[in-house]
């Protein structure tokens, strides 16, 4: 069984930052690239970034347009971890935020609320 397990959701005034936590098997993390999506209320599920696989390096980070220069993903080889810190948020970055992992692998998500 595959378990992504995401933490890090809050609520946060407009213009602040978080930053989101998605932790796996160590095999899973290794092995797969890893995705941020985000669903806000009534919207379909959107893509925001992702970072390569990298067992021995930081990865490669590609993001979707909308949260360029706003949001970046990196992470923590040793720690199994990787990590979607959030900045300049507005409102409708509302949304509860996912991880997924190899395309088709999915955290229980976490929600983050922003508020004016």
């Known amino acids: 069984q595959v378990t992504l397990v995401e933490s890090g959701g809050g609520p946060v005034q407009a213009g602040g930052s978080l930053k989101l936590s998605c932790s796996a098997s160590r095999s899973t993390f290794t092995r797969c690239e890893l995705d941020?999506?985000?669903?806000?209320?009534?919207?379909?599920r959107e893509w925001v970034g992702k970072i390569s696989s990298a067992p021995r390096s930081a990865g490669t980070t590609?993001?979707?347009?909308?949260v360029k220069c706003q949001f970046t993903i990196y992470r923590d080889n040793a720690k199994n971890t990787a990590y979607l810190r959030m900045n300049y948020l507005k409102i409708e970055a509302t949304a509860v935020y996912y991880c997924?992992?190899?395309?088709?692998?999915w955290g229980q998500g976490t929600q983050v609320n922003v508020s004016s």
């Open positions: 941020g999506c985000r669903q806000a209320p009534g919207k379909e």
């Open positions: 590609t993001y979707a347009d909308s």
């Open positions: 997924r992992a190899c395309g088709f692998m």
